[in-house]
C-alpha cells in the first residue's frame, strides 16, 4: 500500500465558553482506496504565528506521497527532519505530526480490518477515568459560574475535576471551600494545575494554602523546563507531582533530575502515538506514572487517546481529554462517548479510529485558514471569550 494524497481541512469550532479553537482534519488517502483521518489539534495556543495550510499540505505531500504508511518509524523520523522537536509546550510542529501519525495508524488498522488498539498493544481497559477542567479564576465573582459547571457536570455523571490555579488565589481557595461544603464527598478535584504561571516557590506557597482541601495532585508547579525547580518544589510538596511531556529530551531531563512523580503524556504535545508510547515507556522504565493529558481535542484527536490509554499498563491517574464536551459541536457523525465520568472507547468490532468525518459540519465550521483574528493573551491563557480587562 501507498500514500497517493494528504488532505488538510481547518475548522474553527467554538467552546461553551465562546473561545473558538482552531484544528486541522488529516486524511491521508492511499493507492489501496483506504483513508485514514487524524486531527492537528488546537493551533489557538501561543505563540501567535499561523501556519500556512496550503503550503503545508504540499510539504507533507511531498514528504509521504509513495511511502508505505506501515513504516510508521521511518516517516516519524522524517516528519521529525521537517518538524522538530522542541522544548516548548505547544510547540506547533508536534500538532503537524501527531495529526499525519494518527492518519497513519488510521489508515493501517483499516487496511487489516482491526481497531486502531490492536496496533497499539490490545486492550488492558474498555474505558478510563476522566475529569472536566475548570479554567483559572481571574475575579472572585467567577466563582459562582464555575461552581454552577461543577452542579451541571456533575448531573451528567463527571464527579472528578481539575482547577487551573495560581492567578487569584482568593478565588481558589474560595472555589475549593464553596465545592466541599456544597458536594461534599460527590465530587473530587484531580488536581491543581499552575501551567508554569509561577516559580515553584510561590507554587509551593500556593499549595501549601490550599492543601487543607483535598485534591490527588499538583501539575506544572514550575516555570517552563525548570526541571531542579520541579524537584524542588515535588521534595517539598505532600502531593505527586505532574508535567507534562512535550519533548525526548525534556522527558529526559525530568527522569534524570527526578522531577516528576506522574508524566502527563498527550500524543498533540509530543507529537504523535508512536511518540507517546516511547514516552510512556519511557515513564514505565524510570518507575513513573502515567496520565493521558489534553490540548482538548475533537472526538478524532479524543479517540486516538483512547486507543492509546487502553493499553497502558500504568495509567494511575485520572487522565484529562473531555475536548468533545467542552465545545459546542463536533465534526463526525457520531461523538466519542462518555459515560458516567468514563472515556469509553469505540467498541472493538469497529475498524480504525472508530469515528467517521461529518461533511456537513464540517463545511459549517470550516475556517479558510489558522489566523489569529483578534484574542488577547489572557482569552488564549484561560481559553475564554471574555474580554474583561
Ligand atoms: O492541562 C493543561 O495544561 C491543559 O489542558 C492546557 C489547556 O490550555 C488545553 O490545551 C486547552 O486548550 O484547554
Ligand atoms: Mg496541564
Ligand atoms: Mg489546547
Redesign the pocket.
Known amino acids: 500500500m501507498k500514500i497517493s494524497k494528504v488532505k488538510l481541512t481547518a475548522v474553527g469550532v467554538p467552546r461553551h465558553t465562546g473561545f473558538v479553537?482552531k484544528h486541522v482534519i488529516v486524511q491521508i488517502e492511499t493507492d489501496e482506496g483506504a483513508v485514514g483521518i487524524g486531527e492537528m489539534s488546537?493551533f489557538?495556543?501561543l505563540p501567535r504565528y499561523s501556519v500556512d495550510m496550503k503550503d503545508l499540505e504540499a510539504t507533507l505531500d511531498s514528504i509521504l506521497i509513495g511511502k508505505n504508511p506501515f513504516d510508521t518509524a521511518d516517516i516519524n523520523r522524517e516528519l521529525d527532519l521537517n518538524f522538530p522537536q522542541a522544548l516548548y509546550y505547544y510547540e506547533k510542529g508536534s500538532f503537524i505530526r501527531n495529526g499525519v501519525d494518527t492518519a497513519l495508524y488510521d489508515v493501517c488498522s483499516k487496511f487489516l480490518g482491526v481497531s486502531m488498539s490492536d496496533l497499539l498493544g490490545g486492550r488492558q481497559r474498555e474505558k478510563f477515568k476522566v475529569c472536566y477542567?475548570i479554567?483559572r479564576h481571574r475575579f472572585l465573582d467567577e466563582v459562582d459560574e464555575n461552581i454552577d459547571i461543577v452542579r451541571t457536570r456533575l448531573e451528567q455523571g463527571f464527579d472528578t475535576f481539575?482547577l487551573?490555579v495560581g492567578k487569584n488565589v482568593d478565588a481558589d481557595e474560595t472555589f475549593l471551600d464553596r465545592v466541599y461544603s456544597e458536594f461534599g464527598g460527590k465530587v473530587t478535584i484531580k488536581s491543581l494545575?499552575f501551567?508554569h504561571l509561577l516559580d515553584w516557590k510561590d507554587a509551593l506557597r500556593a499549595t501549601k494554602r490550599l492543601s487543607k482541601y483535598h485534591f490527588d495532585l499538583v501539575?506544572?508547579p514550575a516555570f517552563w523546563n525548570d526541571f531542579e525547580g520541579l524537584n524542588h518544589f515535588r521534595l517539598q510538596c505532600e502531593f505527586p507531582v505532574s508535567e507534562?511531556v512535550w519533548s525526548p529530551r525534556q522527558q529526559y531531563e525530568m527522569i534524570k533530575k527526578d522531577s516528576v512523580d506522574i508524566f502527563?503524556i498527550a500524543p498533540v504535545f509530543i507529537g504523535g502515538l508512536t511518540a507517546a508510547r516511547k514516552a510512556a515507556y519511557a515513564a514505565e522504565v524510570a518507575g513513573k506514572s502515567v496520565l493521558i493529558?489534553?490540548?482538548?481535542e475533537l472526538s478524532i484527536g479524543t479517540s486516538a487517546m483512547a486507543h492509546f490509554g487502553s493499553a497502558l499498563p500504568h495509567l494511575n491517574y485520572t487522565s484529562?481529554p473531555t475536548g468533545p464536551e467542552?465545545y459546542i459541536d463536533d465534526i463526525v457523525t457520531h461523538k466519542i462517548k462518555y459515560e458516567n465520568g468514563y472515556l469509553t472507547l469505540p467498541d472493538r468490532n469497529i475498524v480504525g479510529i472508530g469515528v467517521d468525518l461529518d461533511w456537513n459540519k464540517i463545511e459549517k465550521y470550516r475556517v479558510p485558514d489558522l489566523s489569529w483574528g483578534d484574542v488577547s493573551v489572557h482569552q488564549l491563557?484561560d481559553?475564554t471569550s471574555q474580554t474583561r480587562g
Do not use: V
Open positions: 479553537n488546537d489557538s495556543h477542567p479554567f481539575r487551573y494545575d501551567s501539575e506544572s507534562h502527563n493529558g489534553t490540548t482538548q484529562d467542552l491563557q481559553r
